[in-house]
């Protein structure tokens, strides 16, 4: 199968008056149809940069991209944002991200216009048939955002995101700023859309309870690599990077401190360029530290 998003060898270094930050070192990642791969790790590792990238949002200093197949890095920027369309993005703050000035109608409305719908009389009816699949009224179209909970918001980012009929949606964080009751909500949400449409998503996420509850996947970063991904339950069940089990050691439900051990320190490889990947199951491949120094991080420095 054609993977609908392949990411290969993708390296982003931000250059700034103070400081080089190599928030990306050489990720690689494929999404096939229609599947859900979690991206995890602490804060800075390198998320949102690898999901601004996926949908264009910013540039990668190298590293090839592919979207059905076909290589958009390359292309010029107008290309790439004619054939990006097919990327749509869900942020953590919807309050943000939609246009307070903006009507909710307008908004989603703008991206049928974008996609070649071009009579409003019937992009309002698709904005309004939107609405109530994410289940809002059809007549909140003319409310403005701020006349909204933080929910329903999230639903109003999750219809605008599918408007232009997208095949990848990179979620960033999209739950996080919600309430757990509402969380649930909006994940089942995401999971019904992304049945219906057929969609992929890459889905941002700090948060391991959260992730393996909507994800086929997981990829877990580190410091702008990525040192382990897999099937979700290979992840959970068989995780070989300490920095994955430091991770799921968080998650009481996963962790191995259920029995309420102490927590020992943790000390994580740092890797290099020339460390490999093993494999070790069906898909699960985990990044080898090869001469590589060890780092103490002190305990309790969960994410
Ligand atoms: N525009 C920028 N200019 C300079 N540095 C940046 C920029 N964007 C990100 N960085 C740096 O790149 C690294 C990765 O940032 P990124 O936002 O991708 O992390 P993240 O995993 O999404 O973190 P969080 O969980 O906090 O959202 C960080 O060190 C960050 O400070
Ligand atoms: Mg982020």
């Not at 993977?3 to 060898?9: C, G, R």
Request: proline fraction near 7%.
């Amino acid at each position: 199968m054609t993977p609908i998003l392949a990411i290969e060898d993708l390296r982003k270094v931000f250059i700034t008056r103070s400081r080089t930050v190599h928030a990306l070192s050489g990720v690689s990642i494929s999404l096939d149809p229609g599947e859900t791969l979690g991206i995890i790790g602490e804060s800075g590792s390198g998320k949102s940069t690898l999901g601004r990238i996926a949908v264009g949002l910013d540039e990668p200093t190298s590293g090839q991209l592919s979207v059905g197949g076909e290589r958009i890095d390359g292309l010029s920027p107008q290309l790439r944002r004619q054939k990006l369309r097919r990327c749509q993005m869900i942020f953590q703050d919807p309050y943000s991200s939609l246009n307070p000035r903006l009507t909710v109608g307008r908004q989603i409305g703008e991206g049928l216009y974008a996609s070649g719908q071009s009579d409003w009389r019937e992009i309002r009816t698709t904005v309004a048939d939107l609405l109530e699949r994410v289940g809002l009224k059809r007549d909140f179209a003319e409310r403005y955002p701020h006349e909204f909970s933080g929910g329903q918001r999230q639903r109003i980012a999750i219809a605008r995101a599918v408007a232009p009929d997208p095949q990848i949606v990179v979620a960033d964080e999209p739950v996080s700023a919600l309430d757990v009751s509402i969380q649930a909500q909006i994940l089942d949400l995401m999971a019904e859309i992304r049945r219906e449409r057929r969609l992929s998503y890459l889905f941002i996420s700090h948060d391991m309870a959260v992730v393996a509850r909507l994800c086929d996947r997981i990829a877990v970063m580190h410091r702008g690599r990525i040192v382990e991904s897999g099937p979700v339950r290979s992840i959970i069940d068989t995780p070989q990077h300490p920095y994955t089990r430091n991770l799921l050691d968080a998650v009481p439900r996963f962790g191995r401190r259920r029995t309420g051990g102490k927590p020992a320190p943790v000390r994580l490889p740092e890797h290099r360029d020339d460390d490999v990947y093993v494999t070790v199951g069906d898909g699960h491949i985990v990044l080898e530290p090869g001469s590589a120094a060890m780092l103490d991080l002190p305990v309790g420095n969960l994410p």
